[in-house]
């Protein structure tokens, strides 16, 4: 990377940083002054709960800094006269936007990797606090089906991982064929371990001779492979959050099914491709602004830039709002307009000789 490119890399991260940790700081204090009221009294759950609004807040934050950092740093070199001197010395548009598409893909691509973590439940574990004084609750009476199994259970506990009361039924040509049943479980190694199971099977009856229900009883049990406790509490409850890694395991899980996944999808499109729009704006913008300030009013400019830049993600939000209630598909409602807006950031860019 060259020099002058370097220098635009630190003035954006700069600028980054400052808008990023403003915006926090101004999301957080907004929250805890409305929700002064209902805080948990414990002093270590007040400090959890302002942990995750901060994580809840990064949903917000990221995207719009990394656009206005952009916006802040060009207008800056505008002012000071150092876009024009980098044009004067034979440097194009091209060379002076890739350090801030590059950063601003950075950016988008660490926020994306913290998708595929337990980040994306702060909202939910914050909500907790403030409801039962508890980062989770426990899930009662979840009942599923899977394949050829009817699955249900009494009392679930997702961040444990642990189950109370569950019952496994195996229908075999629509009759009732197996009975499992376990006090307990607990979900480890990307299975169910049951304990004090008491297995009970009815084979095919075709006359009076044939041998009836069998019960076995057994002190441990193995069964439900991937049937992670948080994708089921989430698939049950109709949750707004889910890690990339759950939603790609429940629409493996239930893709057999005859149930609309649209949710799902939508939750998993919107932690990959909604954190890209970004960057395709930084490109946009930065070729729709001018090279010097005499010719623009910069106050009035700026209002409009922010202005298509809140309205570009309140459009997505929007959409993501829409796709998630099935009112239109997914792909329609995420993938294509930020696969838009890809392509007209690339027309622009070409469009520089």
């Known amino acids: 990377m060259k020099l002058f490119q370097r220098y635009i ?4 991260f700069k600028n980054f940083f400052i808008i990023f940790f403003s915006l926090e700081f101004f999301y957080v204090s907004i929250d805890i002054l409305s929700n002064y009221t209902d805080f948990p009294d414990s002093a270590n759950l007040q400090l959890l709960y302002i942990v995750f609004k901060i994580l809840d807040a990064v949903n917000y934050s990221v995207p719009l800094s990394t656009v206005f950092a952009m916006i802040v740093t060009k207008f800056g070199m505008i002012k000071s006269n150092e876009l024009v001197t980098l044009y004067a010395i034979g440097i194009n548009r091209k060379s002076v936007v890739k350090p801030l598409f590059l950063s601003a893909l950075s950016i988008s691509l660490i926020y994306i ?3 595929f973590t337990p980040f994306v439940y702060a909202y939910e574990y914050s909500r907790n606090l403030l409801r039962y004084s508890a980062i989770a609750t426990n899930s009662k009476s979840l009942f599923f089906k899977n394949d050829d199994q009817y699955i249900y259970f009494k009392k679930l506990n997702p961040i444990k991982r642990q189950a109370v009361g569950v019952e496994i039924f195996t229908i075999k040509d629509n009759d009732l064929s197996k009975i499992i ?5 607990y979900f480890n190694n990307n299975s169910w371990h049951l304990n004090d199971v008491i297995i009970k099977t009815k084979p095919k009856i075709d006359s009076i001779k044939n041998r009836g229900i069998t019960q076995v009883e057994q002190k441990n049990y193995t069964t ?15 949750e707004y959050s889910m890690s990339i ?10 893709t057999s099914e005859d149930i609309n996944l649209d949710r799902i999808k939508t939750l998993l499109y919107s932690h990959i491709f909604i954190p890209l729009f970004p960057c395709f704006l ?6 729709k602004l001018p ?3 005499r010719f623009f009013n910069a106050a009035f400019l700026s209002f409009i830039f922010i202005f298509v830049t809140l ?8 959409f993501t709002k829409l796709s998630f209630t099935s009112i239109i598909f997914p792909e329609l409602g995420i993938i294509l307009p930020v696969f838009l807006l890809g392509f007209y950031a690339l027309r622009e860019h070409n469009k520089e000789n």
């Open 291 to 293: 090279i010097t300030s």
């Open 9 to 12: 890399v630190f003035n954006y």
């Open 311 to 318: 309205s570009t993600w309140g459009i997505l939000f929007i």
């Open 282 to 287: 930084v490109v946009i913008l930065f070729y």
């Open 224 to 238: 439900l492979e991937d049937f992670r406790p948080k994708m089921i509490e989430n698939v049950h409850k109709g």
């Open 245 to 254: 890694i759950d939603a790609i395991d429940a629409l493996t899980f239930f």
């Open 181 to 185: 049943s376990a006090k307990n479980g």
């Open 113 to 115: 990797s913290l998708n």
